[in-house]
């Protein structure tokens, strides 16, 4: 229903989208439930949520012969964190979650968290346009949203194992020049940003600092939405549309009504009214947290949530985020998908060329670009989820710009996995690789001309072309 509903998108019309039965699970150990068919429905798949820091794996880097590596663009989760709001949920204790590394130090984790807090004395990093510059942030308990010790942990590992996975193409980078990381402009992803990297680049000796560019959102949920110049875009069609399908659609009041005996059910085991309970997914922020970190379940004045109900939480939290995030996903991760394409024609043309580019963010930038791409599995992003995307060429000793676009591929790696197929690509190599061609085709709306003006100001203006007509609409 989710593809269908992104064919018509392509269209410019944005009508009622179909909600699809998801089932939703978390890290929980088994002692917290006495219903074994729940305690397997939720146990067997949920680890992948929380995301347990260990050894890395997947398909990324894997070698293919008769091409050549050109970059590698990853859009990363942050962290494991604490709860937005840490007493979000009236009448059940708050959460405290330590946020002292040396808990950590006393783990089998211990070195790498030591190795990273001997790289970040050093100030390996700038942090440009933001105040957010603590990198290295601890205290007795997480404030609301922080970055957990667990969080930093998941990102070193991360790091770890794409310095292996990417060896002989990192070994060739100088940090100064083809590196390029951009971050929302929130402690946590901008700490993540550095953990990855930090372990990425942990033996680079050289003296230049690598440089994290921050961009405050301009629109609600439109993180990095700018421009060929790295501008801010506006785009005041993603908040009305946003509004619309939150309150008026016909989606909404049908996944409101799925809603409403859940939260029913709710407040009255907290002893509360409806409308005292925050948002579900305030609620499912505290569920998951209390899970991640084996604090059980909560517990009302009287009696604890039943397994029921929070499995039915669960499933409908992720419901919501196909609610908020289908109708509008291109709007949000339309700018993304045009940068990586500008990056890549960069390399190219050899000219402000990255080879490794980093955009750190939410779960709410994840989603929406795998929507775009046809390739979300319908459910919520685990903590230090990963977008990798690698572009190769063809090793023909093409010479000229145009014969390099027509040979140069890419492919998507979700997690580790491989999408073997991608909304717009027309042609593709292996199955797998996607022509660069369709990428800049749908990115500027079709107006890409392989025999015109291939300048860069020109290709970069065009590979915004999509973007800025669906903003202005």
């Not at 949920?221 to 700018?226: A, K, P, V």
């Not at 919520?380 to 010479?399: D, Q």
Request: proline share 3%; with cysteine.
């Amino acid at each position: 229903m989710i593809k269908a509903f992104m064919l018509m998108r392509r269209k410019k019309i944005v009508i009622a989208i179909g909600l699809a039965s998801i089932f939703v699970i978390l890290l929980v150990p088994k002692t917290l439930f006495t219903n074994n068919s729940i305690v397997s429905n939720f146990f067997e798949d949920s680890q992948a949520y929380c995301n347990k820091a260990a050894d890395v794996t997947g398909d990324e880097g894997r070698n293919l012969q008769g091409y050549e590596l050109l970059q590698v663009q990853v859009i990363i989760r942050h962290g494991d964190r604490a709860p937005i709001e840490l007493d979000a949920l009236p009448n059940t204790s708050p959460v405290h979650i330590s946020c002292l590394f040396h808990k950590h130090a006393e783990t089998n984790y211990g070195t790498l968290m030591q190795r990273f807090e001997k790289v970040m004395s050093k100030s390996p990093f700038l942090v440009v346009n933001s105040k957010n510059t603590e990198l290295v942030q601890q205290s007795i308990y997480c404030k609301g949203g922080q970055l957990t010790p667990h969080g930093y942990l998941q990102h070193l590992f991360l790091g770890k194992y794409l310095k292996f996975r990417y060896k002989d193409f990192l070994d060739n980078l100088t940090v100064d020049r083809d590196i390029l990381v951009k971050s929302t402009d929130v402690a946590r992803t901008i700490q993540s940003a550095a953990a990855l990297l930090s372990e990425l680049f942990y033996d680079y000796k050289k003296d230049h600092s690598i440089i994290i560019y921050v961009y405050n959102d301009q629109v609600a949920d439109g993180h990095m939405l700018l421009d060929e110049n790295n501008q801010n875009l506006a785009c005041h069609k993603l908040p009305e549309i946003m509004s619309f399908f939150e309150k008026k659609s016909n989606t909404w009041k049908e996944f409101v009504n799925k809603l409403f005996p859940i939260l029913k059910n709710i407040a009255n085991v907290l002893h509360l009214e409806k409308k005292d309970l925050p948002p579900i997914n305030r609620i499912v922020d505290i569920l998951y947290t209390r899970l991640c970190h084996n604090k059980g379940i909560p517990r009302g004045p009287g009696e604890k949530l039943s397994s029921k109900v929070v499995k039915d939480a669960f499933k409908v939290a992720h419901e919501y985020t196909i609610v908020k995030h289908g109708a509008v996903a291109e709007y949000q991760s339309l700018s993304i998908l045009s940068q990586m394409a500008k990056h890549a024609f960069d390399i190219i043309v050899g000219k402000a060329s990255k080879k490794f580019v980093l955009f750190s963010g939410h779960d709410s930038m994840i989603t929406p670009f795998l929507m775009l791409l046809e390739i979300y599995d319908g459910k919520w992003p685990p903590y230090a989820s990963r977008v990798v995307v690698e572009f190769y060429l063809k090793n023909n000793n093409t010479a000229s710009v145009k014969q390099k676009i027509e040979n140069t591929f890419f492919r998507v790696i979700y997690n580790g996995v491989i999408a073997k197929k991608i909304s717009f690509c027309k042609s593709s190599d292996f199955e797998t690789l996607c022509s660069l061609l369709a990428l800049f085709d749908y990115v500027s709306n079709g107006s890409f001309n392989i025999n015109g003006d291939l300048s860069r100001k020109n290709v970069h203006k065009l590979l915004f072309t999509r973007i800025k007509y669906i903003c202005e609409l």
